[in-house]
Every structure is written in C-alpha cells, then in structure tokens.
C-alpha cells in the first residue's frame, strides 16, 4: 500500500510568490496516476490536477504539477487571495486510493 | 450542472449503525464509479470506499471493512453507504464524489458538500 507525505505542513507565502508544494510516495506510482486537490475553509474539496500534469478543467494556468516516480510536485506560479487553501495529493490506479497529509498554503 | 447531495448523517451512539446517502445528478451515474471519502474534524482526506459503475467492482479503505458497505442503485441515480458497529473515530464528514472513470481507480472529478457523522454516548 502507497504512503503520501507531503511537504511542507505549512507553507506562509505572500499573495505574487511562488508556491512549491511536495508529495512523496513510499513506492513508485504507476502510469502517472496522481491528482492533487485544493480544499478553503468550510468548502468540499476540488480537484485540480489529474495524471501528474493535466489541469481539471477551469483551473488556471498558475498552477502546474510534475513529477515521476515517487516524487510529485505541484507549483502556483504566482499566488492569488484565493489560493490561500489546503493542498492534497492523492494517488489512484490502484485500490486503496491513499491522500497524503496536506499541506497548508497561508498568508505571511 | 452535475450535482451530488448527502443525506443521512448525524449523530449516533458507538456500536450502532447508520446509513448514508448521495444523490447524483446533471451527468449520466452509470457511466461512472462512484466513491466515499471522508474528513475527521480538523483533519486530512481519508478515502473509505468504492464502486464500479455496475456494482462489479468494490473496494473498502482497512479501516472500514468488514463494518461498511457500498452500494448503489443506477435506476434512482444513488449511492449509498452503510456504516454498522460505528465507532467514535469513524466521526467525520462523509463526502460522496464521483470517479472520472468507471471502474473504481480514477481520480475524484466531483465532491458533494458533505454529511456529517458524529460518534459519540
């Protein structure tokens, strides 16, 4: 079974930096099979990225994903009020389908 | 506009049982797998079940099984959950979501808001 960790807990960014969130899975992901997911305060989770790089529809183009292997990253390019958000990662192709821990993105 | 909407929480005593449901609607149920994730109050995401589109395939997270199960009824466009012998850490929001596939291994494209289950004498 695929253990996620995701790193950093806590991300404390200002709105227009750069945000760089990691998810490492305790043994390689097969066939791209990771999504990631932005969830606010009080709201359902959403999905972001799907097969590593592929944006959900909707999603703009500040936030990207790559990775291979056991190691997945998920990148905002410039952070929006609205980003402000807890981020998962999650991967599938397989059962169970295991989330990693979060990581928090907040306001410095 | 695809739209998912949980019923059926609330709060119930360890060791008895509670049934949720989720009704689906805006896109076609039975073309897609349909699964259960649930949230502990201030916690992570924790998948808990899956199903096919046809009922042929279910997967149960080892923290549940053998005391829920996952069922569905593509003629009512609905997923259920049943969850037996509950106990005080099984309290969280359940949310129902829709898999981008039909077998049961995809990635979540739709969450509904959430029932919420509370475990407790």
């Known amino acids: 079974e695929i253990v996620l960790t995701q790193s950093p807990g806590t991300l404390s960014l200002s709105p227009g930096e750069r945000a760089t969130l990691s998810c490492r899975a305790s043994q390689s992901v097969s066939s791209s099979s990771l999504a990631w997911y932005q969830q606010k305060p009080g709201q359902a989770p959403r999905l972001l990225i799907y097969g590593v790089s592929i944006r959900a529809t909707g999603i703009p183009d500040r936030f990207s994903g790559r990775g291979s292997g056991t190691d997945f990253t998920l990148t905002i390019s410039r952070l929006e009020p609205e980003d402000f958000a807890v981020y998962y990662c999650?991967?599938?192709?397989?059962?169970?389908?295991?989330f990693g821990g979060g990581t928090k993105v907040e306001s410095k | 506009e695809v739209q998912l909407v949980e019923s059926g929480g609330g709060l119930v005593q360890p060791g008895r049982s509670l049934r949720l449901s989720c009704a689906a609607s805006?896109?076609?149920?039975?073309?897609?797998?349909m699964h259960w994730v649930r949230q502990a109050p201030g916690k992570g995401l924790e998948w808990v079940s899956g199903i096919s589109w046809n009922s042929g395939r279910i997967d149960y997270a080892d923290s549940v099984k053998g005391r829920f199960t996952i069922s569905r009824d593509n003629a009512t466009n609905s997923l259920y959950l049943q969850m037996n012998t509950l106990r005080p850490e099984d309290t969280a929001l359940y949310y129902c979501?829709?898999?981008?596939?039909?077998?049961?291994?995809?990635?979540?494209?739709?969450w509904g808001q959430g029932a919420l289950v509370t475990v407790s004498s």
């Open positions: 999650q991967q599938y192709g397989s059962s169970p389908l295991p």
């Open positions: 979501t829709k898999d981008f596939l039909p077998v049961g291994i995809g990635w979540f494209d739709t």
């Open positions: 805006g896109f076609t149920f039975d073309d897609y797998a």
